[in-house]
């Protein structure tokens, strides 16, 4: 296995296919096209997120979650962030790579019988 974005040891995204290293490569250029629009706008790609995320429609609440106060206080910045349209749709067509989670399984499928 192999891991080159800086996870420590230990760190369980080190176990994610997504982290795995051909589906790195790949979604580290997804994650530079996010960085590029949040440049023009003097944002940060989670604010980026945020906005495309809303962006999908009403049935479409981001939730993020923090601990830090400073976190808190950039998600909220992100109610002041347009996208353009066209920006929106590049971002749509941002697939990444690798499953999300390993497979699952070695998860017991079936429900054991009340006794």
């Known amino acids: 296995m192999s ?16 982290f795995q290293q051909d589906a790195l490569e790949h979604n580290l250029g997804l994650l530079r096209a996010v960085r590029e629009i949040a440049t023009t706008h003097d944002a940060t790609p989670a604010q980026v997120a945020l906005v495309w995320l809303h962006a999908q429609g009403p049935d479409v609440i981001p939730i993020p979650g923090t601990r830090r106060r400073e976190r808190l206080e950039e998600n909220l910045a992100a109610l ?12 749509s067509q941002l697939q990444p790579e690798g499953l999300r989670y390993p497979g699952m399984t070695w998860v017991q499928r079936e429900t054991p019988s009340p006794t």
Do not use: M
């Open 3 to 18: 891991f080159a974005y800086g996870a420590a040891p230990g760190d369980f995204r080190r176990s994610l296919p997504r």
């Open 80 to 91: 002041d962030l347009t996208l353009t349209v066209q920006e929106i749709r590049e971002l």
